[in-house]
């Protein structure tokens, strides 16, 4: 099965690691493309081409301010992803908890055996 492009499907986009750092950086507040450089230390093509792939997929909005572009983040359209990650956050949470669980029942299992051995001796 091929692979949707990063410009058509959410998930691809937010694959490439420069392109979630910028949608942190958007998070905040909206921003013009070069704080996105400056803060980020990338090439100004660099930045414009993931925020063209950001705004395909509708992760990103810009909107014209004079000769300025600026960009904010899609809470909106973020969501599915954080609703998507949420059922993993859930299983690592519960899989965490077990093992926090079995740390401790052999922790006191240890300490039983230790006032075994010092009830012996």
């Known amino acids: ?22 949608l942190s950086y958007l998070a905040m507040r909206e921003r013009p493309v070069g704080d996105i450089v400056v803060t980020l230390r990338l090439a100004q093509p660099s930045v414009s081409k993931h925020l063209r792939v950001l705004r395909d997929v ?6 014209r301010e004079g ?5 904010r983040t899609n809470a909106a359209a973020i969501r599915p992803l954080h609703e998507w990650t949420e059922t993993f956050e859930r299983f690592w949470g519960h899989q965490l908890l077990r093992v ?9 299992k240890s300490d039983s055996t230790k006032s075994l051995h010092k009830e012996e001796v």
């Open 1 to 22: 099965m091929p692979r949707a492009t990063t410009t058509s499907d959410v998930f691809n986009a937010v694959a490439e690691i420069r392109r979630r750092e910028i």
């Open 58 to 63: 509708g992760l990103v909005r810009a909107r």
């Open 67 to 71: 000769r300025r572009m600026l960009y």
């Open 100 to 108: 926090k669980e079995r740390a401790e029942a052999k922790a006191q």
